[in-house]
């Protein structure tokens, strides 16, 4: 393991990335590439990141064999690949300096004096691509790197000056306690990767360390509405900065809140009980008035004004993946959201029961056995707001199925509190159940953090498509 601060280094000039198709490490490259470093990287399957990255001038072999190792001064790995990974393997033998995915980031982030990093359960996305979008408008030419691809930067990487980076921080293996946030938002706490965490408790204490990363003069952004984030900040020493919509004590609040046909909420927002501005959002759903309050008040910490904070707001129709809306056939509309915990799920049925439908159908694909064995309960309340509910198997990501946990369980507990419920596995069979019952005026939402969102396209390719403007 290289223990140095790589990016000053003389003698590291090529880095290797196995799986440098991730969302996160495509971006790492490019950042790198536009640093001046030689990279090179393998993937599993090619996609339209690694076309981009192929285009840029990046050398990106698809599959995993020892010849990808060119002799690169440093090799890069998130914590998908496995140790036996023949990349890894070969690295050993020629006594390659390896590194984990999230201490790179952190030595980039290290360079900027404002790094912003955005933390929490839910909301991370979304949030940062807020905090990104104020930014741009207030011309503060930021270098973003998002867990997702926003039309206003071309992806999921901008690469802009040099004072400030714009992140996500996900709490995954703790892997944010690498970084060097000079502001944090902390939007949330909850149960969630019980396959590394042992409970609640382990993941405050986690993100309690994140926070505490902070430096004095620096600042932390907290969801005053969550009592797990407002605990843990009589722990901090440095500049407190709280929001909420129902909790009184905070800082910054939202006021008389309003949704139009298409679930997109209009807000006044206070800043110690005086009204600042009044915002329209783009997207739908009370918990993004939540995330848009964080991002104002973040942004105004460090400078924004209130005009570029409503352009830059105002400006934003979301993210990929994230409620987007994938097209209207038949004047049923179709969407997909990356929702995979229960209380994602509830949001954004919540935030879809705001739009004008006739029925909803909810596709749902829960992400990783360890996830769904650990949250069954609370999954089986998440659905309550859908009109037909349809459970898919379960995608494996980077776990093995040890047969303990099936959907048919997860269809048995929902069968409570909403008896429409249907376990089907096969995409084609939900596309042909689809086709054959959503009529003129439903809405149909495909949930989960795999590859769900093919069923979609898939309903939608069956017919002709209305444009989306």
Sequence with gaps: ?????????????????????????????????????????????????????????????????EENIKNPDLVVYTAAVKKDNPELLKCELLNIPVIERSVLLGE????????????????KTTTTSMVSMILLECGFDPTIHIGGELNAIGGNTRIGGNKYFVSEA????????????????????????????????????????????VPEDGYIVANC?????????????CNKITYGITSNDAMWNAKDIVFDHAGCAAFDVYKN????????????????????????????????????IKAGLENYTGTHRRFELKGIINDIKVIDDYAHHPSEIKATLKACKNISHRKIWCVFQPHTYSRTKHLLDEFKDAFCDADMVIISDIYSAREVDTGEIHSLQLVDKIKHYNKNVLYIPEFESIVQLLNKHASQGDVIITMGAGNINSVGEMFLRTKKIIAVS
């Design 1 to 65: 393991m290289l223990k140095s601060n790589i990016l000053n280094l003389n003698n590291v000039k090529h880095v290797h990335f196995i799986g440098i198709g991730g969302v996160s490490m495509s971006g790492l490259a490019e950042i790198l590439l536009n640093m001046g470093y030689k990279v090179s990287g393998s993937d599993l399957n090619s996609s339209c990141l690694t076309s981009k990255l192929t285009e840029k001038g990046i050398k990106v072999y698809i599959g995993h064999s």
């Design 108 to 123: 980039i982030m290290k360079t900027f004096p404002y790094s912003i990093a955005v933390s929490g359960t839910h909301g």
């Design 170 to 213: 996900c709490e995954y293996v703790e892997s944010f306690l690498k970084f060097y946030p000079f502001l944090a938002i902390v939007l949330n706490i909850e149960e969630d990767h019980l396959d590394y965490f042992k409970d609640i408790e382990h993941i405050k204490s986690s993100f309690l360390k994140f926070m505490s990363l």
């Design 225 to 237: 509405d969550d009592e797990n984030v407002t605990s843990l900040l009589k722990h901090i020493n």
């Design 273 to 308: 009980g005086k009204k600042v501005i009044d915002i329209n959002l783009k997207l739908p759903g009370i918990h993004n008035v939540s995330n848009a309050l964080g991002a104002i008040s973040a942004c105004h910490a460090l400078g924004c004004d209130f005009k570029g």
